[in-house]
């Protein structure tokens, strides 16, 4: 084995501390497993769970993807489509490793052999435990095709070898032979299948394990004073078409995601019109010399900034796009539109502090049509919120997902109903009903709860919880109201006061739970154990909750229920009923 590769092996043999008693071929499939794997799946995992026994139908790694979660137990498979959730992209991969140099039209054969007797789904092969609980996730995957996008899942193939794949005739008609049989099943949306040789696996291990780092020649460029903040800053004529390939792509020409993750906004999609602006120029050979001029340009932050003056040469590590996520979207778009004449501004911001950062991104993102309520997305404990979230949709006792949307249009294309999904504005309005005693704020115009309340939202030391609480409180209420049930629907108008009695009810007591105590993770949880329960339990609260409110006579009008003194006097009875 080539000797660059061998020592890779070693490194993920420690890594992941697997039995050296392995020899050197099935070190490699661990190796080849774990390379292939990690280009579609960004979760932790070990490349010996998805690793098949020795003899298994000529199979070496089976691995099956449902909504971005690799799926390892017939639970999880089942559980996941017992979710509300739609259009779940459902992808099978199978790999073939070969220590061996070279690629072999027999061993080709043999693994195409096995394929087709596993995919008949009754195979006739031995096959081990693995492969037996594989097969099962696979029915269930069939049997519940109605949820999945497309109809159909996707299949990825890959037939690995130490060596370097030369794409002679006979070889790549054997793989085209691969595809050709699986498509014909007529199981899958689309089949790919993959020759991967020894550049191909450094490539894969090389973008796994390094930083986020890149080079970027500059057309021109003019520096910007240093401060004690800002050590140093450039404004930048940049090719887009260089931008593009080494700043946004990884190796196989797919956008990385990642270095969008401080930008306020997701990409707002090709029919936005300021994006359909940027697309025409593009696509017109007579304006398109002209975009760095037309473009408001790429706003770009790294804590690491290196500058060769002489070459013209950016170095860049662990950069982030803060601003300019629709050009950057809609460039990548028009690679094939890009040539020489095609240039970007972009701004290079060397910033080490976080804090500074942040107060950039903001002055970069203050601009007509985003909503100042939305830089609170920004801030640390807002994105622990979005983890927060993400973790308890990853329960298994988890019914119903609800989702934190931290950045504009982030859930936009996940399939996921729009009542799952709380941007900034509508859980900040949430949390302040429910736990800053704010009702009436929450049933005014949405810019109140940030004028009256916004110092107390998203604070480093609020308990992550209480947001999560507060919007599935929201969330099954809402679900009453619109099902008509427990007669909900009759008390729309006070659902912001609904959802604050309902804390209330659960705990027998009226009361404001600091929201950086130690206390408020254990009454959130109590909040959240009897909105997930089983019997549904929270129905009989909200039902309480109606009474309280129909013990104010006369009933309030809506002006009245936008003022504090009709949270004070719901708070009274609140005490006076709940305590009896």
């Known amino acids: 084995m080539h000797l660059i590769l061998e020592e890779h092996v070693k490194d993920l043999v420690e890594d992941f501390d697997i039995d050296k008693s392995h020899n050197m071929p099935k070190l490699f ?32 790694g089976i691995a099956i993807l449902i909504d971005g979660e690799l799926i390892t137990t017939l639970d999880d498979a089942e559980n996941i489509f017992k ?76 037939y690995c070898t130490s060596g370097t794949y030369k794409g002679e005739k006979e070889i790549k008609a054997c793989f085209n032979i691969i595809e050709t049989n699986v498509l014909d099943l007529d199981y899958f949306y689309d089949v790919s299948v993959q020759p991967i040789g020894r550049k191909e696996i450094l490539s894969y291990w090389k973008d796994i394990n390094e930083k986020n780092e890149a080079k970027l020649k500059l057309v021109e460029f003019c520096g910007i004073p240093k401060n004690k903040d800002i050590p140093q800053s450039y404004v930048a004529v940049v090719n887009a078409k260089e931008f593009v390939t080494e700043l946004l792509l990884d190796s196989e020409g797919n956008l990385k995601h990642s270095v969008f993750d401080e930008n306020i906004r997701s990409f707002l999609g090709v029919k936005n019109e300021v994006n359909s602006k940027i697309n025409n120029t593009l696509e017109s050979d007579e304006k398109k010399h002209l975009f760095s001029v037309l473009n408001n ?32 979207n809609t460039l990548v778009n028009n690679i094939d539109n890009l040539d020489e004449t095609v240039n970007v501004v972009v701004r290079f911001i060397e910033s080490p502090n976080n804090d500074i950062s942040t107060d950039i991104i903001s002055a970069t993102n203050s601009q007509t049509g985003i909503l100042s309520e939305s830089f609170y997305g920004l801030k640390e404990k807002a994105k622990l919120v979005q983890h927060y979230f993400n973790a308890k949709n990853n329960m298994a006792d988890v019914d119903t ?41 929450a049933s005014r115009y949405v810019k109140t709860i940030f004028t009256s309340t916004g110092e107390s939202l998203f604070k480093i030391d609020d308990n992550e919880s209480l947001y999560y609480s507060s919007a599935l409180t929201y969330y099954k209420y809402n679900t009453l109201i619109n099902g008509k049930k427990a007669y909900a629907n009759n008390y729309k ?88």
């Not at 008949?120 to 435990?129: A, D, E, H």
């Not at 996921?416 to 504005?425: A, G, I």
């Open 401 to 441: 997902p609800i989702y934190f949307e931290r950045r504009e249009n982030e859930y936009k294309s996940n399939g996921y109903y729009s009542t799952q999904v709380f941007d900034v504005r509508e859980l900040s309005r949430i949390y302040a009903a429910c736990y800053l005693n704010q009702p009436h704020n």
């Open 29 to 60: 499939e661990f190796f080849c497993n774990y390379c292939v794997l990690s280009k579609k799946y960004l979760g932790r995992f070990n490349p010996v769970d998805i690793t098949t026994e020795e003899d298994d139908a000529s199979i070496d």
């Open 297 to 328: 340009g790429i706003t770009i932050v790294a804590p690491q900034l290196t500058l060769t003056p002489n070459s013209k040469e950016m170095d860049l590590i662990n950069y982030q796009i803060i601003n300019g996520c629709q050009t950057s």
């Open 83 to 158: 979710s509300h959730k739609r259009n779940l992209f459902v992808e099978f991969i199978f790999t073939q490793i070969k220590s061996g140099e070279s690629f072999k039209k027999d061993d080709i054969s043999n693994f195409s052999l096995g394929l087709n007797d596993f995919l008949s789904l009754n195979p006739s092969l031995p096959n081990g435990i693995y492969n037996i609980k594989m097969l099962e996730i696979m029915k269930v995957v069939f049997k519940n095709l109605k949820k999945v996008l497309n109809s159909r899942p996707s299949c990825s193939i890959y």
């Open 493 to 580: 108008r006070y659902k912001w006061h609904v959802i604050q009695l309902f804390q209330w009810v659960v705990h027998g007591k009226v009361e404001s739970v600091p929201t950086n105590s130690k206390r408020a993770d254990a009454y959130a949880k109590k909040v959240i154990s009897i909105l997930t329960s089983k019997d549904k339990k929270y129905i009989k609260v909200f039902e309480s909750c109606h009474k309280i409110i129909d013990s104010i006579q006369p009933s309030p009008t809506d002006d009245q229920i936008k003022r504090s003194k009709f949270t004070n006097e719901l708070m009274l009875k609140a005490k006076k009923i709940i305590c009896k």
